[in-house]
């Protein structure tokens, strides 16, 4: 009985889960011991360093932010950030997000193998907050142990292999060949502002409009292509911007003395304000920091053991790679399509607060959280450009960042307890499918929810068969 229980505990261990997956796709490329043990701890090192990096946002600047923001606006500010959500969610369903992200990897490999949808999708992190994402809405939806894991690892599994099939004609245009896609759940999004910026161009064709590449900007904006200069920067600000209005109101004073609305932050511990927009900004740039070093940790190790899996069961197959894979075909595009993205957060929430007395005050405000604005903006930039050239990145970058402000909006009511969150999903794929399977979930629960999983797994597969088409 001891030895079960201690069995019990790894397996429900999600840095020990993702570790021993890791440990086993490197046994069985026969690596040497040595790579294979050095593999399986930086995995799960890994795992933990990210896990930190989000508590530690979670529970710091990110909170701080929210309750100031309500203060300061009487609104109720959400800020997007998929590490944030993911660790609150992970309290209560840590082992079923792992046990989803592991069987959802190897769904994957199986419909790559005997569907059209040829994409092994090699992105950990976002193969994480999906699976957590899918975890909770068919946990709302009445599904509850293996139920559970099978119906949330056949929707991986389908999610991780189509998304990269509706970016992969832009691919080509970026990257001038078939060879490799994209993984990134926030292929909608790029999808959209790539069909935006297509209108835009009107009947010239895509090498008659001009790229973004033909531009050239000042050298004194190349600090905004680095990540943390660039979210140090516009947290900075944004945190200057509230706790400026909240230092305003007649009754700061008293909202700082215990019991006040503002004595639980770590505002109190500062005379100045204004020293602590600053460092609250950074804080939030160093857990992002933290947090991208532990995503680096586990897919230098876990992306090759699967990909050689994969490689070896998948012929023909196509890699799909984080969106910075995109990123050097069209730097400037990067930029743009950052700053106008981030200007479309921006002006998404100001129609929220607009609109919000007509829905008596219920909806949440998003905020534009400058992650997925720089990731997800960034490269919605590169395949505006693919389509539009530079009008087309303005215009799609400018929705893009609309899209993703009011997408969330639409998902936070399908995802039960975690729906009062002060964060949640950010990026276009997650809440796409929160909101898609979210209403499903409500009109059939139990059973059903998971017969409707696995006959929406085996569509791709039926497709191929009803073709004639034989499985290579």
């Known amino acids: 009985m001891q030895v079960l229980l201690i069995f019990q505990e790894i397996l429900s261990t999600p840095a020990i889960l993702v570790g021993l997956m890791a440990l086993l796709g490197l046994i069985l490329q026969k690596r040497p011991a040595t790579d294979v043990i050095k593999g399986t701890v930086k995995t799960i090192v890994g795992f933990l360093v990210l896990s930190a990096g989000a508590s ?72 994480l907050y999906m699976a957590c994402m899918i975890a909770i809405v068919l946990r709302v939806g009445g599904l509850d142990g293996w139920q559970l894991v099978l119906g949330g690892s056949l929707i991986l ?17 970026i990257t001038g060949s078939d060879d490799i896609a994209l993984g990134h759940f926030s292929t909608v999004g ?27 900007f000042p050298k004194w904006m190349t600090f905004m292509r680095d990540t943390t200069v660039a979210i140090s920067i516009t947290m900075i600000a944004v945190f200057i911007i ?29 005379s100045n304000w ?32 699967f990909q ?17 894979v995109v990123f050097p075909y069209a730097p400037n595009a990067v930029l743009i399509g950052f700053l106008t993205s981030f200007i479309g957060g921006i002006l998404g929430m100001f129609i929220l607060v607009a609109i919000n007395p007509a829905f008596s005050n219920a909806l949440p405000i998003i905020l534009p959280g400058v992650v997925p604005h720089f990731f997800c903006g960034a490269t919605a930039g590169v395949f505006a450009n693919a389509e539009g050239g530079l009008k087309g990145t303005i215009v799609g970058g400018l929705l893009h960042g609309l899209l993703i402000t009011f997408l969330p909006v639409l998902c936070m009511p399908v995802m039960g307890d975690l729906g009062f969150a002060a964060t949640t999903f950010s990026d276009a794929d997650f809440t796409v499918i929160g909101i898609a399977l979210g209403n499903i979930a409500q009109l059939i629960k139990g059973t059903p929810l998971l017969i409707f999983c696995i006959v929406a797994f085996l569509a791709p597969i039926a497709t191929r068969l009803v073709r004639g088409e034989k499985v290579k």
């Open 56 to 127: 530690y946002l979670q529970t710091g600047s990110l909170t701080d932010f929210g309750v100031i923001f309500n203060y300061a606006f009487e609104l109720k500010g959400v800020v997007p950030n998929n590490e944030a959500i993911v660790t609150t969610a992970l309290v209560d369903i840590a082992s079923i997000t792992a046990w989803i992200m592991m069987f959802g990897m190897l769904a994957n490999i199986v419909i790559a193998r005997l569907s059209n949808l040829k994409y092994i999708f090699l992105t950990g992190h976002h193969t």
């Open 157 to 173: 599994g389908l999610a991780m292999a189509a998304f990269p099939a509706l970016g992969q004609k832009t691919m080509t245009h």
């Open 274 to 305: 204004i020293v602590y927009a600053l460092i609250s900004g950074m804080n939030f740039a160093g857990g992002i920091y933290v947090i991208l070093s532990g995503v680096r940790l586990i897919l230098a190790e876990i992306v090759p053991a």
């Open 190 to 216: 790029y999808w959209f502002s790539a069909q935006v910026a297509k209108l835009t161009r009107g009947k010239k064709s895509r090498e008659e409009v001009k790229s973004t590449e033909d531009i050239n």
């Open 242 to 270: 509230v706790v400026a209005v909240a230092a305003s109101k007649p009754d700061y004073a008293e909202a700082l003395k215990d019991g006040g609305v503002l004595s639980e932050t770590a505002l109190t511990g500062y």
């Open 308 to 324: 050689g899996i994969a490689d070896k069961l998948v012929p023909n197959a196509k890699p799909a790679i984080d969106c910075p």
